[in-house]
């Protein structure tokens, strides 16, 4: 309970179909990060580290980032496509991101339980899909020295480069804007052409 505790605390704190060759949209925004934008793919990854004081310790935490993604919702797919829906989430105050928690997770079906936080950003020119993962001591397993990193890098790497089933994109996209963002749930329901999946 105690690193599911610290975990939520740093969250807040911390503040269409793929082919053989690599698919990718141009951005509008010519002047950006991201030239392209990837479509069930990423132009690279990247780890960066954040510290913060939680009862005045100082904390690192890692964050993975697939960068250029065509949506920053990509980690968040893969969670709830392989594991169904969140545990929790966490919204900043002050901020539009909202943070999903997935609880004992077992990420490689050997038992070892962790937690998985997806987020991501959407901006003009730089559109990314991040993620942080934590075992159940609350331990960083994307840090410098994790002997984790790069099976997670190449777990999520490869589950974002599969192909998404539309119902499934669109059962969570209901889920998540009538949890957090229910004033355009309404909306929501009235756009042409969209599927209603949820109550």
């Known amino acids: 309970m105690k690193s599911n505790a610290l975990i939520i605390s740093l969250i807040t704190l911390f503040c269409f179909y793929s082919c053989a060759t690599k ?59 392989n594991y169904g829906e969140w545990d929790d989430g966490v919204q900043p105050e002050n901020s539009y991101n909202t943070y999903l928690v997935w609880k004992d997770i077992d990420l490689f079906s050997n038992g070892d339980k962790y937690t998985v936080v997806t987020y991501g950003v959407e901006k003009p020119g ?31 790497s490869t589950e974002i480069r599969k192909k998404k ?9 209901q889920k998540y804007i009538k949890q957090f963002r229910p004033e355009f749930w309404e909306t929501y329901k009235t756009y042409p052409n969209i599927k209603i999946y949820i109550e």
């Open 23 to 81: 698919k990718y949209k141009q951005s509008k925004f010519q002047n950006g990060k991201c030239e392209y934008l990837y479509v069930n793919d990423f132009s690279g990854t990247s780890i960066s580290t954040s510290d913060f004081i939680v009862l005045k310790d100082t904390i690192s935490v890692s964050s993975l980032k697939f960068e250029c993604t065509y949506t920053a919702f990509y980690t968040s797919w893969v969670m709830y496509n």
């Open 126 to 156: 730089d559109i990314y899909s991040s993620l942080m993962v934590f075992d159940d001591k609350g331990g960083d397993m994307l840090s410098k020295n994790s002997e984790l990193k790069t099976k997670l890098i190449d777990l999520f």
């Open 165 to 173: 089933k539309k119902k499934i994109k669109s059962i969570f996209h």
